[in-house]
């Protein structure tokens, strides 16, 4: 009974004094102020920008031809495989010679024959002009004997000519490379029945030792290579252009950089674009014809205000960049963008060489929001 009275007065007591230090702790409303949140910044900086313009493009041989039959027949023999790379000259096909061959030995024979007749009408010439010295035989015999000699002798030319077609026949059953290249694919087989009027080729030879590639460029673009290239003519400009770049199918570089030495002569109308044509050299035959790529075309822009693209946002297709004025705050400034420079913009308004931009974070900030700054890495090197 003792201890249970006297119990309750120490909680009370306990309670009483929990309160009043609760009642202190509320009964102070000033709180320390947030700091000001902390943002990086840099320099803008002058640069040289690069602009890249890639257009798709075909490669073509410089040389392309069509190996085609010029005499009917049987192909007899094929010398070369597809694929097989051969020199100007070398012997591709063989087609059966043997009628050709006996095309060529009758006219052979003809000649002969030729020969003889006009050997004979021209001792019968000399003849009868010994006669008419002699007022045996009348002048009109002698001109009879002088056109008999011309018709043999315009026989033996006669003969000469089809002797000779009859020789260039027996020759093209024998069909050669026209240039050097690669072989491509060969449709027929031993024994094919083949004529110069066959739709498709033997095969088709490529001299790749250099290639082409054609690509369209726009209008505008056409403009600005006008622009941005040296010369008073189209053709000093091709001479002065810059040198390009090739892309392959599989998105490295090609090694060697190519040269621009052709454009059409007319836009396609139905395109509103105009077909320029580089040439790039291919000494280990790493490009074959038919092969796709990007040619790639490099403008560089001096002097130019350069900022990270990540440093700038998008607004309704607008882009802004984020700045700290005088007093620290937030400033949000729109800026015009003349391109595109590897991982930067080229600003060409909005925002100068030399001011302060905000790095990074401010996706978080208001404009007139106060912030502190650091330097970031970018700042420290400048």
Same mark, same amino acid.
């Given at each position: 009974?003792?201890?249970?009275?006297?119990?309750?007065?120490?909680?009370?007591?306990s309670?009483?004094?929990?309160?009043?230090s609760?009642?202190v702790?509320?009964?102070?409303?000033?709180?320390?102020?947030l700091?000001?949140?902390e943002?990086?910044?840099a320099?803008v900086?002058?640069?040289?920008?690069t602009?890249?313009r890639?257009?798709?493009?075909s490669?073509?041989?410089?040389?392309?031809?069509d190996v085609?039959?010029q005499v009917s027949?049987y192909?007899?023999?094929i010398?070369v495989?597809e694929?097989?790379y051969?020199k100007a000259?070398?012997?591709?096909?063989?087609?059966?010679?043997?009628?050709?061959q006996?095309?060529?030995?009758t =006219?052979? #024979?003809a000649i002969l024959? /030729?020969? &003889?007749n %006009?050997?004979t +009408?021209?001792?019968?010439?000399?003849?009868k002009k010994e006669?008419?010295a002699?007022?045996?035989?009348?002048d009109?015999q002698v001109?009879? =004997?002088? #056109?008999a000699f011309?018709? /043999?002798? &315009?026989? %033996?030319s006669? +003969?000469?000519?089809?002797?000779?077609?009859?020789?260039?026949?027996?020759?093209?059953?024998?069909v050669?490379a026209?240039?050097?290249?690669?072989?491509?694919r060969?449709?027929?087989r031993?024994g094919?029945?083949?004529?110069p +009027?066959s739709?498709?080729p033997?095969?088709?030879?490529s001299?790749i030792?250099?290639?082409?590639?054609y690509?369209?460029?726009?209008e505008?673009?056409?403009?600005?290579?006008?622009k941005?290239?040296k010369?008073?003519?189209?053709?000093?400009k091709?001479?002065?252009?810059?040198?390009?770049?090739?892309?392959?199918?599989?998105?490295?570089?090609?090694a060697?950089?190519?040269?621009?030495?052709?454009?059409d002569?007319?836009?396609d109308?139905?395109?509103?674009?105009?077909?320029?044509?580089?040439?790039?050299d291919?000494?280990?035959?790493?490009?074959?014809?038919?092969?796709?790529?990007k040619?790639?075309?490099t403008?560089?822009?001096e002097?130019s205000?350069?900022?990270?693209?990540?440093?700038?946002?998008?607004?309704q297709?607008?882009?802004y960049?984020?700045?700290?004025?005088k007093?620290?705050?937030?400033?949000?400034?729109?800026?015009e963008i003349?391109?595109?420079?590897g991982?930067?913009?080229?600003?060409s308004?909005?925002?100068?060489?030399?001011?302060i931009?905000?790095?990074?974070?401010?996706?978080?900030?208001?404009?007139g929001?106060?912030?502190?700054?650091?330097?970031s890495?970018t700042?420290?090197?400048?």
């Open positions: 009974m003792i201890n249970r009275r006297f119990d309750i007065p120490l909680v009370k007591g309670i009483s004094l929990l309160f009043a609760l009642m702790s509320c009964g102070n409303p000033e709180q320390a102020p700091p000001p949140t943002v990086p910044v320099k900086k002058n640069g040289t920008g602009v890249k890639q257009y798709p493009t490669l073509q041989g410089v040389v392309t031809v085609r039959a027949g192909i007899s023999k010398h495989d694929g097989a051969v000259g070398q012997i591709l096909f063989t087609i059966d010679p043997r009628s050709y006996e095309q060529f030995n =006219a052979n #024979a024959v /030729a020969k &003889a %006009l050997t +009408a021209k001792i019968e010439l000399n003849r006669l008419v002699n007022k045996i035989v009348s009109l001109q009879q =004997a002088q #056109a011309e018709s /043999a002798n &315009a026989s %033996l006669q +003969a000469q000519a089809a002797a000779q077609a009859a020789r260039i026949n027996y020759e093209f059953c024998t050669k026209p240039v050097s290249g690669y072989i491509s060969i449709p027929y031993l094919s029945l083949i004529n +009027a739709a498709a033997l095969t088709v030879l001299d030792h250099k290639v082409y590639a690509f369209s460029m726009s505008n673009d056409f403009i600005d290579f006008q941005s290239s010369g008073g003519s189209i053709t000093e091709i001479k002065n252009a810059a040198p390009v770049q090739l892309e392959v199918s599989d998105g490295s570089l090609y060697q950089e190519g040269k621009i030495d052709a454009i002569g007319q836009f109308r139905s395109t509103g674009s105009v077909v320029f044509r580089a040439v790039f291919n000494p280990k035959g790493l490009l074959r014809d038919g092969n796709t790529g040619v790639i075309i403008k560089k822009f002097q205000v350069l900022v990270p693209i990540t440093a700038t946002v998008t607004i297709d607008k882009s960049i984020y700045t700290v004025d007093e620290g705050k937030v400033k949000q400034l729109p800026i003349a391109g595109k420079s991982s930067d913009y080229m600003v308004s909005g925002i100068a060489a030399g001011d931009y905000i790095v990074s974070g401010f996706e978080r900030l208001q404009p929001m106060q912030v502190k700054t650091t330097a890495n700042l420290a090197k400048n």
